[in-house]
């Protein structure tokens, strides 16, 4: 029976067929390298994991399955099962109680999917919706008018499009993602990667030593974020109000956004039943005398979803797309999905004691469907991007903005990763890596001063990230390695970095690390490896290139030091050590920061743009430094201040006009 979900998280397209372009000789020349990578292997090279006494028949089909064999990589069958799943203890939940679960499309009276859209069907659908719209031939394009146009659906977008629409703008809310609705979901990670994630979940420094995860959906990264709902640290708070001189930051109108947007998504601070690597990060936190702060999650406190990475199916999990686009299409916005910002639109002021000679009249945009030929050009009294980070700055730039803090300062919270393997015969332990909530306990390292130099949490992971993920050494290595897949819990050591990077060019992101980083990073790298140690792990490790790792059985405190003390931040594929190592980011920001003034920021207290009248920017590129913490709160109370404050701004120039 077919998986009920979307067709394009299905993992299979019947309407097209991938060609490679490759010729037969150049096939068998690649098919000849993928077998000596990951060749078959005989039967007697199986490693048991659990107390089977032989080997099942999904394990011997594993060990002889060549790298050379023609699949693709996230083909399932017609239930919608990989032939590896049951190898490596992995399985994608089906929803118990699908028939109690919302089918309806919350958003589906202001949705306009431009993927489904003609030229011919596109004017009617706009007018629908009381969207005025003109056909303007000689130009090739649609003029539409809204008061409001914000491109982005994320954490920025989506608080400012419900605050904006409630507070009477007609708005327009531009997606290039497409939208889905929590029945629509698969957990299935190779096309809920392509789909949700911005360039397919493979998206990478311009030296490839950090992979970037950013949503690419309508609700953004708070569509597919790990649920992590933590407010801004007061110390940051003070930081940004003396230090970076935007007193906002420790005003009661920010502290009373924070309240807002936390009743809002639904925050709860407790957690009912913790998943397999929660467990673990608690368990050995406790062991060492390691304090573990619990995760306040926008969930309910027994939503145990692991797969809300990928959109989460329950729709227990609270994102823009079920929360403030819900908000905003009930106040008469329109969402437009498939649909690509290519320009702002500016105009002259006119009046020469403005200090801005140019104002913002709107963007121009393309649908990703070629049935649509036309290009939109959308007119408003007001811009807002809400992008990015990493897709506002090139947008701005293309648009012919020149403050030089566009694009950079750029912090990404570089993340590594220590692993354990925790075999089924530890009953103690129930469960998998791939169960429960993701991030529901997290250890602050500190330093003497009590400074927070890493903060460990757990990440999740699924079996081709995994994959990736893990250093070869032999075809026999990885293969025992993917069999143990289901219960090597991982934990993370995450830094506010100091060290900055810069996105000037869609997909062009260079990043530098700070020597206090990389040290920062280690320390707290180490630590991850004695919690995991300590919870009862019985072979620990890291993802450097080597395959660095140890056996735990018998450890005495003298070896553990000697081993720990060689586990250190090294460089990228491209640097010139030894060994190298592959960082991950998850959150990105501050490439348009705020600042008290042009020369410390791309955009002022009330995220406008310094060059431009009426152009804001409301979206994590705005933080003033890197955060310290899951950025969803802190992004969407700024959003909330900002619309307020846009909103107050409207109502001001009506009345000025009517008067």
């Not at 190898?87 to 202001?110: C, D, F, P, T």
């Not at 008018?145 to 605050?163: K, L, Q, R, T, Y």
């Not at 409630?166 to 327009?172: F, L, T, W």
């Not at 000697?562 to 980011?585: C, H, Q, R």
Request: hydrophobic fraction near 30%; charge should be neutral; glycine fraction near 10%.
């Amino acid at each position: 029976m077919e998986r009920d979900c979307h067709p394009l998280l299905r993992g299979r397209s019947s309407e097209r067929k991938y060609v490679h372009g490759f010729s037969s000789t150049e096939m068998q020349s690649l098919s000849s390298i993928c077998e000596a990578i990951l060749q078959p292997l005989p039967a007697s090279s199986i490693e048991l994991t659990s107390k089977e006494e032989q080997p099942s028949k999904a394990l011997h089909s594993f060990y002889k399955a060549s790298g050379s064999q023609e699949r693709n990589p996230d083909e399932v069958d017609e239930d919608s099962k990989s032939p590896s799943w049951e190898a490596i203890g992995y399985r994608v939940e089906e929803m118990e109680n699908s028939s109690k679960i919302q089918k309806e499309r919350h958003l589906q009276k202001g949705i306009i999917e431009t993927n489904q859209e003609t030229d011919s069907t596109l004017v009617n659908s706009l007018s629908q919706k009381d969207i005025k719209v003109k056909v303007d031939t000689a130009r090739n394009l649609y003029k539409i008018e809204c008061d409001v146009v914000i491109v982005g659906s994320g954490c920025g977008g989506g608080v400012a499009a419900a605050v904006l629409a409630s507070s009477g703008q007609k708005v327009i809310v531009l997606e290039k993602g497409n939208y889905f609705n929590s029945t629509d979901y698969s957990s299935l990670e190779g096309p809920s990667m392509s789909q949700l994630f911005e360039s397919g979940g493979l998206l990478a420094t311009y030296d490839a030593k950090m992979m970037i995860l950013a949503g690419s959906t309508v609700g953004g990264g708070s569509a597919v974020n790990w649920s992590a709902a933590i407010k801004t640290p007061d110390s940051v708070l003070t930081e940004w109000a003396e230090e970076n001189g935007i007193p906002f930051f420790k005003s009661s109108e920010y502290c009373s956004a924070m309240e807002t947007v936390c009743r809002r998504i639904g925050v709860t601070e407790n957690c009912v039943q913790e998943g397999f690597q929660n467990q673990i990060l608690r368990r050995g936190c406790n062991k060492l005398g390691l304090k573990v702060d619990s995760v306040p999650r926008n969930s309910s406190e027994n939503h145990y979803c692991g797969s809300c990475g990928y959109g989460c199916k329950t729709g227990d999990k609270q994102g823009t797309d079920s929360t403030w686009l819900v908000d905003a299409v009930n106040s008469g916005a329109v969402i437009l999905t498939g649909c690509k910002a290519e320009n702002f639109i500016f105009g002259y002021n006119g009046k020469e004691r403005r200090k801005k000679k140019k104002k913002s009249l709107g963007v121009t945009a393309k649908s990703l469907n070629n049935k649509i030929t036309k290009k939109l050009q959308i007119e408003a009294k007001v811009t807002i991007s809400a992008c990015g980070s990493l897709l506002t700055p090139p947008l701005m730039i293309s648009s012919g903005l020149k403050n030089h803090n566009i694009g950079r300062n750029l912090h990404l919270h570089p993340v590594l990763m220590a692993w354990g393997y925790f075999p089924d015969s530890n009953l103690d332990l129930k469960g998998k890596i791939y169960e429960g909530g993701i991030i529901t306990s997290l250890h602050k390292v500190k330093s003497d001063s009590s400074k927070v130099r890493a903060v460990i949490e757990s990440p999740a992971i699924g079996p081709g990230a995994y994959a990736a993920l893990c250093p070869w050494e032999s075809g026999l290595d990885f293969k025992q390695r993917m069999v143990k897949y289901s219960r090597t819990a991982h934990l993370f050591s995450m830094v506010r970095d100091k060290g900055k990077g810069e996105v000037q060019t869609e997909g062009r992101i260079r990043y530098r690390f700070d020597r206090s980083d990389r040290e920062n990073i280690k320390v707290g790298l180490r630590e991850a490896l004695r919690i995991l140690i300590a919870a009862g792990a019985i072979e620990v490790g890291t993802h450097r290139s080597d395959g660095q790792r140890i056996k735990c059985k018998g450890i005495s405190e003298t070896e553990l030091e000697e081993f720990l003390d060689g586990v250190s931040a090294v460089g990228g594929p491209l640097s010139k050590g030894e060994n190298w190592t592959i960082y991950s980011s998850a959150h990105q920001m501050s490439s348009c920061r705020m600042g008290r003034d042009e020369e410390e920021g791309a955009v002022d207290e009330n995220g406008e743009s310094f060059e431009v009248e009426n152009l804001f920017v409301c979206d994590a590129s705005v933080l003033p430094t890197a955060l310290g913490v899951n950025p969803m709160i802190t992004v969407q109370s700024i959003a909330y201040c900002l619309s307020k404050r846009i909103s107050e701004r409207l109502k001001q120039e009506a009345f000025s006009k009517k008067s």
